[in-house]
């Protein structure tokens, strides 16, 4: 019924500061962590932003924008790894309702601009088309995939006006007007979180080891990721589990409306991400299961998101060369340290 968020003063560690990343998520604890899934009618959670006053996100003119948005579509670009597309067949009723919302950093918007991309309204204001572009000023990672998880994830925090919001990737150009798809997957089947179901694999398992065949994270950190993730009881997804269809979705398009339910499963699924790796796919199924698969959301089937986007290729294969990485020691430290001494406790303990 009520969610409020954990917000530290300062984080230190062994008289040494914590990398900025973890400040942010706020440096959750193993029984924090644990305490998070107990579900209670009013719950106090990390959700990012725990820095003191948080970063320094929005300009005014940006924030105030925000402000006004009830209905929203957002995606995001980081580190220049996508072009912008225009969504298509809005309708002028959605134009009106819906803040179309591109969340930036510093490298993309300059990219925009430098390709003339970029226009200015009146206010002040910066647009690419329909997309009003939003500069996370202040980005809490030094990895691009892993700030570009903070506007997926935590739209509730960055648009706390919000009701309704569909996300998608950089990568998806949306060609379906944004009423319909609420319209299809929320309204109609009285769901307030809707999300597809990846195209090839069901289990977790086999998605972390298809991120490692195609390089899509350090493999070493996804094994840590996965070791965990046994050790808590997170068993393969089987028919056993029906009528969740799969433990795995194809997490480019997020349709929710902001209720206190989905707002705290985001913070979860976010804390999930800021922990381990930034491959949210491999944290979905984990926290449906720690919630005792009692949070309801309508997975629909993929044939049906392939009609909403049409995927476009990424402007380079990979986000940057920690991908690449094979071992422990190719981590930067603040990677690796978490790992170094790892023992996590059983749930409940």
């Not at 959670?45 to 320094?56: D, I, N, R, S, Y």
């Not at 309508?298 to 690449?324: A, G, Q």
Request: glycine share 6%; proline share 7%; net charge neutral.
């Amino acid at each position: 019924m009520n969610v409020t968020y954990i917000v530290e003063e300062s984080l230190v560690d062994a008289d040494k500061e914590l990398p900025v990343g973890i400040l942010f998520g706020g440096n959750q604890t193993w029984q924090q962590r644990d305490e998070s899934f107990i579900l209670k009618p009013s719950m106090k959670v990390h959700c990012g932003f725990a820095q003191t006053g948080g970063p320094e996100l929005f300009s005014p003119k940006d924030h105030a924008f925000g402000s006004r948005c009830r209905f929203l579509v957002a995606t995001g670009i980081f580190d220049n790894y996508d072009q912008p597309q225009q969504p298509s067949n809005v309708s002028l009723l959605a134009q009106e309702l819906f803040c179309f919302a591109m969340l930036v950093d510093h490298v993309s918007l300059e990219s925009f601009k430098h390709g003339g991309l970029l226009s200015h309204d009146e206010y002040g204001g910066k647009w690419v088309g329909m997309w009003r572009v939003l500069e996370l000023k202040s980005l809490p990672y030094n990895e691009p995939r892993r700030n570009g998880k903070v506007p997926k994830l935590l739209l509730h925090r960055l648009f706390p006006e919000a009701r309704y919001s569909v996300w998608i990737d950089g990568k998806l150009e949306l060609v379906t007007d944004p009423i319909l798809i609420l319209e299809r997957y929320l309204w109609r089947e009285n769901q307030s979180f809707a999300i597809a179901q990846h195209k090839h694999h069901r289990s977790v398992y086999e998605e972390a080891d298809a991120c490692k065949r195609r390089k899509r994270y350090a493999r070493p950190l996804i094994d840590k990721h996965m070791e965990v993730y046994r050790n808590e009881g997170l068993q393969p997804w089987s028919e056993a589990k029906l009528p969740v269809q799969s433990d795995v979705p194809e997490g480019a398009l997020i349709v929710r409306e902001h209720t206190p339910m989905t707002n705290l499963f985001s913070c979860l699924w976010f804390n999930e991400v800021n922990r381990f790796t930034p491959r949210d796919q491999l944290s979905f199924g984990y926290v449906v299961h720690r919630l005792d698969y009692s949070f309801p959301f309508f997975m629909f089937p993929n044939c049906e998101y392939n009609t909403l986007v049409v995927l476009h290729k990424h402007v380079r294969e990979h986000s940057s060369k920690l991908e690449w990485a094979k071992r422990m020691d190719e981590l930067p430290e603040h990677l690796a340290r978490p790992y170094n001494s790892f023992s996590a406790p059983s749930p409940g303990t």
